[in-house]
C-alpha cells in the first residue's frame, strides 16, 4: 500500500468520523429536542472551546515527547467512546459537557493530521505542495459521504448519527497506529529555559507584527467559519412549516443540499496550489473573506423553492470561502515556521480560529438570534444571514488594509522542503 494512499485513508476518516454529525446536530438539538439556540449555541462553542488549547497542548507533545501517529490514535480512539455515550443524554446541561469532552479529543486531530502528512511526505521526498491538496480532498469526500449517509439513512433528527461517527473514529484510532511514524522533531536539551521545556516557543510569534494579525484576522474570521455548518439545515428544515416548501426537495434533503458545500470544497482544495503561487496569501484570504460575504447574502435571499438556485451557489461559493482560508493558513504557517515548532504553530492556528473565533461565533450568534430575530417563536433567517454578511465584509476591508504582505512565489515552493 502506498504511502499516499495510507495518508488518503487517514483523510477520509479523518472528517467522516466528524461529517456524521456536525451539520445535523443542530436539527437534532434545536429540532428534534426543542432547544432554544441559546442552548445550541452553547453546545456547539464546545468545539471552540477545545480548540482553544488543546490543539496547542497536542501540537506540544507531539513535537517534543510523543509520535505524532500514537497519540492521533489515542485521541480518536477516545473520541469515539465519548460519542458512544451521547445519545443517552436527554438534557442540554450534560450534553455540553459530553460534547465538550468528544471535542477535547477530536479537535486537535484536525491539525496533527496536517502535521502527520507533512512530515511523511516529507520523509518520502515528496512535492507537499502537489502532494497535500489531493491527499487531502478525500477528507471532504469523507465528510460529504458522512452527510449523506447520515441523511439517507434517516438518522438526521435521532441519535444514530453518532453511532455512527463513533465506529469509525475507533476505527481510525486503530488504523493510525500501521503509519510511518513521526517521532518528536526535538529533544529538550538540558540548558533549556522554562518556555522550551514547556514548549512553549511557538507562541513566540505573536512578537512578529505579521504574524500576530495574522492570527488576530484568523480569529476573527473563525467567528464566521462554523456558522453555515450551526444553522444551515435547521434553516431549511424551518421551511417544512411552510405549506409551499413542506415536501420540497431541499427541504426533504437538506442535508444532502448541503453537502455541496463540501463537494465544492474538493474543487477548490486542488485550486489552491495555483491560486497561492499566482496571487499570494494576502489575495487568496481575502478572496475567502469576500466569499463569506456571498455564502451569507446568497442564504439570506435564498428559500427550498424558486430560490433554491442561490441555496445551491452559496454552497458552491462555500468551497471557496472554506478551503481558501484554511488549507492556504495551514500551508502560511508551514512555510513561515521553524520546522522544530510547526506541530505548535498549526496548533496555534487551530486555537484561533476553530478556538476563540468559533467560541464567540457560537455564543454571540445564539445570543444575538435569540434577542433580535427571533418573535414568537419564528424565525427571522432573513436577516439573520445578512447580518452575517455584514460582519464578513467588515473584516475583509479590514484585513485589506491592515495586513502586509508581499507576495513571492519562492515562499510558497519553499513548503515542499
Known sequence: MSIKFRLTIMSFLQFFVWGAWLITIGTYCINAKGWTFSEFGSIFSTLAISSIFMPAIT?????????????????HILYGLVLLYVP?????????????????????????????AY?????????????????????????????????????????????????????????????????????????????????????????TYKMALFFIFSMFLGAALQLTNMYGDSFLSNFENIPKYADSFGVKYSTVILSISQISETLFILAIPFF???????QVMLISMFAWVLRFALFAYGDPGDGLWMIIMSCIVYGMAFDFFNISGSLFIETTTDSKIRSSAQGLFMMMTNGFGAYSGSKLSGIIIDAYFVQDGVKDWHNIWLSFAGYALVIAIAFAILFKHKHNPNDVANVSH
Open 88 to 116: 443517552s443524554v436527554d438534557d442540554p446541561n450534560m450534553l455540553f459537557y459530553v460534547i465538550l469532552s468528544a471535542m477535547i479529543f477530536y479537535m486537535p486531530t484536525i491539525s496533527l493530521s496536517n502535521s502527520i
Open 59 to 75: 501540537g506540544i507533545i507531539a513535537d517534543k515527547y510523543i509520535n505524532a501517529e500514537k497519540l492521533y490514535g489515542v485521541l
Open 119 to 207: 512530515n511523511v511526505l516529507k520523509n518520502n521526498n515528496f512535492d507537499v505542495l502537489k502532494s497535500f491538496p489531493p491527499i487531502r480532498v478525500w477528507g471532504t469526500i469523507g465528510f460529504i459521504i458522512a452527510m449523506w449517509a447520515t441523511n439517507l439513512s434517516g438518522s438526521k433528527d435521532n441519535a444514530n448519527q453518532f453511532y455512527i461517527a463513533s465506529v469509525f473514529a475507533i476505527i481510525l484510532g486503530i488504523y493510525s497506529f500501521s503509519l510511518p511514524k513521526c517521532p518528536p522533531q526535538k529533544l529538550i536539551a538540558k540548558d533549556a529555559t522554562l518556555i522550551q521545556k514547556l514548549g512553549l516557543d511557538a507562541f513566540k510569534l505573536f512578537g
Open 276 to 282: 497561492l503561487k499566482r496571487f499570494g496569501i494576502k
